[in-house]
């Protein structure tokens, strides 16, 4: 490479020794390409573009000045989360350095100008089985436009610093500090069908047997939570169906299965296929099926078996999820507000010398008490992953 920085490189050129470079899943995406796996086209912006860009902002002076205050260790949970919060904004705010921004734009100007971006975060030492990182980093899609890309990389570069990320960090041991983020920039696939898969079960990881889970559209739904699957249970290797539960469909839907047994079964080949490659049974995200089958991500599974100590969840609870939200909004509009009208009438009908000292209590969701709005850009999509 030279003495010369690399801000940019395409997925093509990506090898197996460029993981610190590009971060884990753009490597493994460029070996399943390599081997001749479907892989959508794309490129990234690697580490040192990340660490350019905090030079040029003088964003690592504040980090280490939002975490220098005491221990890290020592760090409250609330303390963690106002320097999140203002090393985030931070990063949101400060501009791209221009050497950087031209070399997206001349990656951009080799695909069509209408193209929809998958903008994804891909750090350096994510995603073992032994430290899984899923989840924990921001990743959006269906980004159009020069400008608004430019935002969703400052974005993925941001959620580096959230909370359940240096959370995480310190609890498998990892210097917050030390820790850089690459981005991957692909061309999102519009497919019929989008799932996930799995080599193995995640849950009884020993048994003999790999799942695969598939919804209408993009597999976002999926991994946010929103949407309820079709879920296979397969014999490993071959595509035997040991088992089927139909998902849920919306506005009278007919329930049919989206996945034949022939889908099934090239799933369940690729799989074993992504497995010799890598070394390991996978998680792969998905999409199409039959001849437009497609691979977005490969990753080891994260199983009690592969990593019984994993607190991952925990700190995924720190931010919910759009379907976690949506069961949040249910409870408090159709329960926790009528049970408060229905106390307040109650209360008003009853004389003022016969009303109780003391009122029952009602369960309160959130420490605040406040419902907020959360709105985004017309088919953008925020993801974690």
């Not at 990881?205 to 949407?227: K, N, T, W």
């Not at 994260?302 to 720190?318: F, M």
Request: negative net charge.
């Amino acid at each position: 490479m030279g003495a010369r920085q690399r801000f940019v490189i395409s997925l093509a050129e990506v090898r197996d020794t460029d993981e610190p470079l590009v971060g884990g899943k753009a490597a493994r995406l460029a070996t399943l390409a390599r081997a001749g796996f479907a892989v959508p086209d794309g490129f990234c912006l690697t580490i040192e573009a990340y660490r350019r860009f905090l030079t040029s902002a003088h964003l690592g002076d504040m980090i280490r000045m939002e975490l220098g205050r005491k221990a890290f260790g020592d760090l409250r949970w609330e303390e963690i989360w106002d320097a999140s919060l203002r090393i985030r904004s931070a990063f949101t705010a400060a501009a791209v350095p221009v050497e950087i921004a031209s070399e997206i734009a001349d990656a951009m100007g080799g695909f069509p100008l209408e193209t929809h971006w998958a903008v994804r975060s891909t750090a350096p030492g994510e995603d073992s089985s032994q430290r899984p990182f899923a989840g924990l980093h921001e990743s959006y899609l269906g980004i159009t436009g020069f400008t608004p890309v430019l935002d969703a990389v400052r974005l993925v570069w941001a959620s580096l610093w959230s909370d359940a990320a240096m959370l995480y960090r310190l609890e498998s041991a990892l210097d917050p500090g030390r820790s850089s983020m690459a981005v991957l920039l692909q061309p999102m696939r519009n497919e019929p069908v989008s799932g996930v898969a799995f080599g193995r079960d995640p849950v009884e990881f020993r048994a003999d047997h790999a799942l695969i889970e598939a919804v209408p559209g993009q597999c976002s739904g999926l991994v946010d939570g929103e949407v309820e699957p079709d879920r296979w249970k397969l014999k490993r290797f071959t595509g035997e169906v040991l088992d089927y539960q139909p998902g849920a469909r919306e506005n009278d839907e007919p329930n049919l299965p989206l996945l034949e047994a022939a889908h099934l079964v090239s799933l369940s080949k690729a799989l074993g296929n992504v497995e010799s490659l890598l070394g390991w049974p996978p998680d792969v995200e998905w999409t199409g099926r039959g001849d437009t089958l497609t691979l977005l991500q490969a990753r080891p599974i994260t199983s009690p078996t592969a990593s019984s100590d994993d607190q991952k969840a925990y700190y995924l609870t720190l931010r919910p999820g759009t379907g976690r939200l949506r069961v949040l909004q249910h409870r408090v509009v159709d329960e926790l507000i009528p049970e408060l009208e229905a106390i307040g009438k109650r209360l008003a009908s009853e004389p003022l010398d016969e009303r109780k000292a003391a009122t029952p209590g009602i369960a309160c969701a959130g420490s605040s008490g406040q419902t907020k709005a959360i709105s985004g850009e017309p088919g953008v999509r925020r993801i974690r992953d």
